[in-house]
């Protein structure tokens, strides 16, 4: 008997068209990083950096009293049995200790508080050009011999596939309640690369998001994209203190190795999008990922 299968073909109007054919493509970025030069919080050469870069950090966003207060709180919620329980939850594969907890600003005020707070949501807003929201937001642990790496990727690319975000119009904020060190799994990023965008080949598989938070597999660039990207950008190790923080557009290529030292690395991780921005039907996916990982309802923040 013949096996037929079908390929999805790109959505007409799409400037970004991934996991629709056959071989990678990479496509030069049509938007800027950063939509404004209002003044705030970020000065004009650290928004100069983030829209050559992709990135920006922040010394010490924390001071050394809150990081102690954050840490206890994520400690909070890794040990809650009801919390564990949740399908917020992510597991480590082999260890299964608690690897990522997701729309924890719902979960805890007091991260809510922080997701608000103008150190953080006025950055956002400033390097986006608008009101902004929360598309994502987590707790990541990677506890020290065992915590797993996540292989290059863009978020954008898969914030375009699976949910639906129309364009690069997002930045995260990982805020380091650990030292990152180069040696316990610190993000690495090409600086740049945010610049170009590198369709991925494969379709995505229906209910795969759980999996694909413990191990992307799915809208992994090829190896020789991903060489020619670093080639050109070159590769950062991001180190720094607890309280400080890295602000980095959703299209940056980015990726971590697994953490066989002592020390853990642990952070919380926020996504905002532009209110303009508003996730559409996914582009290349069967159906869209729960709410509390791509949050479909626009309540801007403040």
Same mark, same amino acid.
């Given at each position: 008997?013949?096996?037929?299968?079908?390929?999805?073909?790109?959505?007409?109007?799409?400037?970004?068209?991934?996991?629709?054919?056959?071989?990678?493509?990479?496509?030069?970025?049509?938007?800027?990083?950063?939509?404004?030069?209002?003044?705030?919080?970020?000065?004009?050469?650290?928004?100069?950096?983030?829209?050559?870069?992709?990135?920006?950090?922040?010394?010490?966003?924390?001071?050394?009293?809150?990081?102690?207060?954050?840490?206890?709180?994520?400690?909070?919620?890794?040990?809650?049995?009801?919390?564990?329980?949740?399908?917020?939850?992510?597991?480590?594969?082999?260890?299964?200790?608690?690897?990522?907890?997701?729309?924890?600003?719902?979960?805890?005020?007091?991260?809510?508080?922080?997701?608000?707070?103008?150190?953080?949501?006025?950055?956002?807003?400033?390097?986006?050009?608008?009101?902004?929201?929360?598309?994502?937001?987590?707790?990541?642990?990677?506890? &020290?011999?065992?915590? $797993?790496?996540? =292989?290059?990727? %863009?978020?954008? *690319?898969?914030?375009?596939?699976?949910?639906?975000?129309? !364009?690069?119009?997002?930045?995260?904020?990982?805020?380091?309640?650990?030292?990152?060190?180069?040696?316990?799994?610190?993000?690495?990023?090409?600086?740049?690369?945010?610049?170009?965008?590198?369709?991925?080949? &494969?379709?995505?598989? $229906?209910?795969? =998001?759980?999996? %694909?938070?413990? *191990?992307?597999?799915?809208?992994?660039?090829?190896?020789? !994209?991903?060489?020619?990207?670093?080639?050109?950008?070159?590769?950062?190790?991001?180190?720094?203190?607890?309280?400080?923080?890295?602000?980095?557009?959703?299209?940056?290529?980015?990726?971590?190795?697994?953490?066989?030292?002592?020390?853990?690395?642990?952070?919380?991780?926020?996504?905002?999008?532009?209110?303009?921005?508003?996730?559409?039907?996914?582009?290349?996916?069967?159906?869209?990922?729960?709410?509390?990982?791509?949050?479909?309802?626009?309540?801007?923040?403040?």
């Amino acid at each position: 008997m013949a096996v037929t299968t079908r390929r999805r073909t790109a959505r007409i109007g799409d400037r970004y068209p991934t996991r629709v054919a056959d071989r990678p493509v990479i496509i030069d970025r049509a938007e800027p990083a950063v939509w404004s030069t209002d003044p705030g919080m970020l000065t004009p050469d650290e928004l100069a950096a983030h829209e050559r870069d992709g990135f920006v950090t922040v010394p010490q966003l924390l001071t050394p009293d809150e990081v102690g207060e954050y840490a206890a709180e994520l400690d909070r919620l890794a040990t809650d049995p009801a919390v564990r329980a949740d399908e917020r939850t992510i597991v480590e594969k082999t260890s299964q200790q608690v690897r990522s907890v997701f729309e924890v600003h719902v979960l805890s005020e007091r991260i809510a508080a922080l997701v608000a707070d103008e150190r953080v949501a006025g950055r956002a807003r400033q390097i986006l050009g608008s009101e902004v929201y929360v598309h994502q937001s987590r707790i990541n642990y990677k506890p &020290g011999f065992g915590g $797993a790496g996540f =292989y290059w990727h %863009s978020d954008f *690319e898969t914030w375009h596939a699976e949910d639906g975000m129309p !364009s690069p119009r997002a930045v995260s904020i990982s805020i380091a309640l650990t030292e990152n060190y180069p040696h316990n799994g610190c993000l690495m990023i090409m600086p740049g690369s945010h610049k170009e965008f590198v369709a991925c080949v &494969g379709e995505t598989p $229906a209910d795969h =998001y759980k999996e %694909s938070l413990r *191990e992307q597999e799915i809208g992994t660039p090829d190896p020789e !994209s991903l060489t020619a990207l670093a080639d050109r950008h070159g590769i950062a190790m991001l180190t720094g203190a607890a309280g400080s923080a890295m602000l980095f557009d959703s299209n940056c290529m980015h990726g971590s190795g697994s953490n066989i030292t002592p020390y853990p690395r642990s952070n919380i991780f926020v996504v905002f999008n532009s209110v303009e921005n508003g996730l559409e039907e996914p582009f290349s996916a069967p159906g869209p990922r729960p709410s509390h990982v791509a949050a479909r309802q626009i309540v801007p923040v403040g």
